[in-house]
């Protein structure tokens, strides 16, 4: 997401960070943006926060808008501190009367109460880009104003970059390529994190009886809920020779080319899908924060978005079994919408361009 606002927004940008060495160990954004570093802004606790929130007050003169990137979701489904910081932060930006933003986010049914309190004031100030329909509605049934209808806004970059390891090993072979995409994302040690690998095993398995090599692509490399350690998990107990599992992130830019290069997605995260889907390759995606839904159905393609429950992997299988009957019609109406996709997702940066 933020490589895509930089590449839009373009040479006035800062960006404002909390890590400066982290940031740069994990971004592949060249060349490098100007940068502030300011620690616990958003992961930061009551009182690191309030003296990160200081920290801006002092360049607030500098500051023509702000626009927070990378929100995903706010409405406290994976954390209400973070949330909280987020919309705090837009609350003292707004009182010193500078323009700001959040772009394309979403928000669930059943997002806290506080935060939708705090949204709905902020809103008064704040333009919500918001990525889907089913979220705007819900804001607007809490009576939260100054909506704009976006779609996110990694569709507005189509930049492709090669990886050499990915390139060789897709040509190596003519058999079809299917890539897996499992989340670590709210999955615990011990009996939940055996039945999610094992869920996935079975998907696997089928893939390989229909002539499949199998591309396992983490997404998210963090330590916590991310997605390293059950991907190599599930390389190990259920991939052959043939297939191959990615350890090192690869850019928004290279993803894209792999997914250019594959014949579907099945993902657990879902900017993997938004990614596959802006090359124009079908997805097939596990719903976890109801923010999936809204997604596929911009695209009309609605019943490729599954629930996962704890037995999710026979439903993934007939999502398959149907992708194989229907190919050519959800290729269509992946291009045929893609589009006003790519024109919505514009509408995150109106007014800063």
Same mark, same amino acid.
């Given at each position: 997401?933020?490589?895509?606002?930089?590449n839009?927004?373009?040479?006035?940008?800062?960006?404002?960070?909390? @890590?400066?060495? !982290?940031? =740069?160990?994990?971004?592949? +954004? *060249?060349?490098?943006? %100007?940068?502030?570093?300011?620690?616990?802004?958003?992961?930061?606790?009551?009182?690191q926060?309030?003296?990160?929130?200081?920290?801006?007050?002092?360049?607030?003169?500098?500051?023509?808008?702000?626009?927070?990137?990378g929100?995903?979701?706010?409405?406290?489904?994976?954390?209400?501190?973070?949330?909280?910081?987020?919309?705090?932060?837009?609350?003292?930006?707004?009182?010193?009367?500078?323009?700001?933003?959040?772009?394309?986010?979403?928000?669930? @049914?059943?997002? !806290?109460? =506080?935060?939708?309190?705090? +949204? *709905?004031?902020?809103? %008064?100030?704040?333009q919500?880009?918001?990525?889907?329909?089913q979220?705007?509605?819900?804001?607007r049934?809490?009576?939260?104003?100054?909506?704009?209808?976006?779609?996110?806004?990694?569709?507005?970059?189509?930049?492709?970059?090669?990886?050499?390891?990915?390139?060789?090993?897709?040509?190596?072979?003519?058999?079809?390529?299917?890539?897996?995409?499992?989340?670590?994302?709210?999955?615990?040690?011990?009996e939940?994190?055996?039945?999610?690998?094992?869920?996935?095993?079975?998907?696997?398995?089928?893939?390989?009886?229909?002539?499949?090599?199998?591309?396992i692509?983490?997404?998210?490399?963090?330590?916590?809920?991310g997605?390293?350690?059950?991907?190599?998990?599930l390389?190990?107990?259920?991939?052959?020779s043939?297939?191959?599992?990615?350890?090192?992130?690869?850019?928004?830019?290279?993803?894209?080319?792999?997914?250019?290069?594959?014949?579907f997605?099945?993902?657990?995260r879902?900017h993997i899908?938004?990614?596959?889907?802006?090359?124009?390759?079908?997805?097939?995606?596990?719903?976890?924060?109801?923010?999936?839904?809204?997604?596929?159905?911009?695209?009309?393609?609605?019943?490729?978005?599954?629930?996962?429950?704890?037995?999710f992997?026979?439903?993934v299988?007939?999502?398959?079994?149907?992708?194989d009957?229907?190919?050519?019609?959800?290729?269509?109406?992946?291009?045929?919408?893609?589009?006003?996709?790519?024109?919505?997702?514009?509408?995150?940066?109106?007014?800063?361009?």
């Amino acid at each position: 997401m933020v490589e895509s606002f930089i590449n839009q927004v373009g040479g006035d940008c800062v960006l404002i960070v909390e @890590d400066l060495e !982290n940031f =740069r160990r994990q971004n592949f +954004i *060249r060349p490098e943006p %100007k940068l502030i570093e300011i620690p616990h802004i958003i992961h930061g606790n009551v009182l690191q926060n309030f003296i990160a929130l200081i920290s801006i007050l002092k360049i607030n003169h500098k500051i023509k808008s702000l626009s927070v990137v990378g929100a995903d979701i706010v409405d406290g489904a994976y954390s209400i501190r973070l949330s909280i910081n987020r919309l705090f932060l837009l609350r003292v930006i707004n009182s010193l009367q500078i323009n700001s933003r959040i772009t394309g986010f979403s928000w669930s @049914d059943n997002a !806290n109460p =506080r935060l939708s309190r705090l +949204i *709905r004031i902020i809103s %008064k100030e704040t333009q919500l880009c918001v990525r889907d329909p089913q979220s705007a509605q819900r804001l607007r049934d809490k009576k939260v104003v100054r909506i704009s209808e976006v779609t996110d806004l990694v569709f507005s970059d189509d930049t492709q970059a090669g990886s050499p390891l990915v390139d060789r090993w897709i040509s190596s072979s003519t058999k079809p390529v299917a890539v897996v995409n499992i989340s670590g994302l709210g999955v615990q040690e011990g009996e939940q994190y055996r039945n999610h690998i094992q869920e996935y095993g079975q998907i696997v398995n089928f893939l390989h009886t229909k002539g499949f090599r199998i591309l396992i692509l983490p997404h998210v490399f963090r330590v916590e809920s991310g997605d390293l350690e059950v991907s190599n998990d599930l390389f190990v107990e259920y991939c052959s020779s043939e297939d191959l599992s990615i350890s090192e992130p690869l850019s928004p830019a290279q993803e894209r080319r792999l997914f250019k290069n594959v014949d579907f997605v099945i993902t657990g995260r879902m900017h993997i899908a938004i990614l596959a889907l802006s090359v124009g390759r079908p997805v097939i995606a596990l719903e976890t924060m109801g923010k999936v839904q809204g997604l596929f159905e911009l695209f009309n393609i609605a019943g490729y978005c599954i629930d996962s429950n704890v037995t999710f992997a026979k439903k993934v299988i007939d999502a398959i079994t149907r992708l194989d009957k229907e190919y050519p019609s959800v290729c269509k109406a992946i291009e045929h919408t893609m589009p006003e996709i790519r024109q919505k997702s514009l509408l995150n940066f109106a007014g800063l361009v």
